[in-house]
């Protein structure tokens, strides 16, 4: 059992949504230790929406996932809107940015995330990208493992890709369990090879989240449902191999009320507790 990874922020997240806001500001469930937000949905408000985060941010940890950063893109960085990051984390005391591994922008915005091509062009193309924006930020970034439907001029696999980036980076990794998932159906190959292969060390924190089955070789990511058992089962697997760390559960529609998210939060708290305990089973043996 490998040791526990907790970047100083708690060990289990939910996403925060703006339908969420009222019944949060009330009360946070204590099964809450952290929350996550994208910072391009918060950024530019004002008035009362404004004051209401400021007053959770106040009192909760938070961290922040990235929507728009396009750090694959074939377009020059938007350095004014890395800086206007680094002011709004400042101002929320903002634990840890992270973004995807991916580009939604080339001479315009496609306001979804398409795939970087697995190929050495393309890390040396992303690399130098990813360690502009921690040195303008001035701290290192986490880059999540996405959920792809093609993979066009593919020369690397996906884990190759990844591995490398995080390392000539020298990046964090935001582990999402469900896109291994989803990646191992739509691309026929071992979920648990695959989060094996990832590396413990780059662990900034996790995701969990449900997806849309829509046919028995194709899986749609869509954060709209509750998270399914095999995917549980590839969390348990990913604290055995890796350490418990930080996870967060994702949930961006067809969102239920506060006591049914906090059910899945409880089995977040309940796979981490098996290898806590353990741990702390075998230190006092």
């Not at 040396?124 to 093609?150: C, F, M, T, W």
């Not at 999402?176 to 739509?186: A, K, P, T």
Request: hydrophobic share 40%.
């Amino acid at each position: 059992m490998k040791t526990t990874q907790n970047a100083g922020f708690g060990m289990v997240g939910l996403g925060l949504r703006r339908e969420m806001l009222d019944e949060l500001l009330e009360h946070v469930p204590k099964q809450v230790d952290f929350m996550e937000v994208a910072p391009e949905n918060w950024l530019k408000l004002g008035g009362r929406f404004k004051k209401q985060f400021k007053t959770l941010t106040d009192v909760t940890n938070f961290v922040c996932h990235g929507l728009s950063l396009s750090i694959g893109s074939p377009e020059p960085l938007d350095i004014e809107f890395v800086k206007s990051l680094k002011t709004f984390f400042d101002e929320h005391n903002i634990k840890i940015f992270s973004e995807h591994l991916s580009y939604c922008s080339g001479t315009g915005h496609m306001y979804d995330l398409m795939p970087i091509p697995f190929t050495q062009d393309a890390i040396a193309h992303v690399v130098p990208r990813i360690k502009q924006v921690q040195d303008i930020l001035e701290r290192q970034i986490a880059i999540e493992n996405v959920s792809y439907y093609g993979a066009p001029g593919q020369e690397l696999s996906e884990l190759e890709f990844t591995n490398t980036i995080l390392e000539q980076a020298d990046c964090k990794l935001l582990l999402d369990v469900n896109n291994i998932y989803v990646n191992s159906i739509n691309h026929g190959y071992n979920a648990e090879e695959f989060l094996n292969g990832l590396p413990s060390k780059r662990i900034a924190y996790g995701h969990v989240a449900g997806h849309y089955n829509e046919a028995e070789d194709l899986i749609v990511d869509t954060h709209g449902a509750d998270v399914i058992d095999p995917v549980w089962e590839l969390l348990d697997k990913a604290y055995a191999k890796h350490g418990v760390f930080p996870t967060l559960l994702e949930r961006d529609f067809n969102i239920p009320t506060m006591n049914v998210l906090t059910k899945e939060l409880d089995i977040i708290h309940e796979l981490q507790s098996k290898y806590l305990n353990s741990s702390l089973t075998k230190q006092s043996a």
